[in-house]
């Protein structure tokens, strides 16, 4: 329970952002998932869009935002 009214009002920001940031999470991990199973270039130039999009906001981490692109364009060198 917090104690001030600055306490109580960044819980509350901070439930309202994890959320968002759980259905960005989420729908990255679906587009992720759907790209490995009939990876197109289309599909994975969407998909890196939206990693992009994650990591300028915060969502993930740079490093791992790369570590993911990575990974997508590897399998799509490996369907060519």
């Known amino acids: ?3 001030t009214r ?3 009002k960044r819980a509350r920001q901070t439930l ?3 959320l968002r940031n759980r259905g960005v999470v989420t729908r ?6 759907q790209v490995r199973s009939s990876p197109s270039s289309e ?11 994650a ?3 915060g969502m993930l981490h ?3 935002a790369n570590r993911r692109k990575a ?10």
């Open 6 to 8: 600055s306490a109580a």
């Open 1 to 3: 329970m917090a104690n």
């Open 55 to 57: 990591a300028k906001r």
């Open 28 to 33: 990255l991990r679906t587009i992720q998932k």
């Open 71 to 80: 990974r997508l364009n590897k399998a799509l060198a490996g369907t060519m």
């Open 16 to 18: 309202n952002r994890s």
């Open 43 to 53: 599909q994975i130039r969407a998909a890196i869009a939206a990693i992009d999009k």
């Open 62 to 64: 740079r490093n791992a």
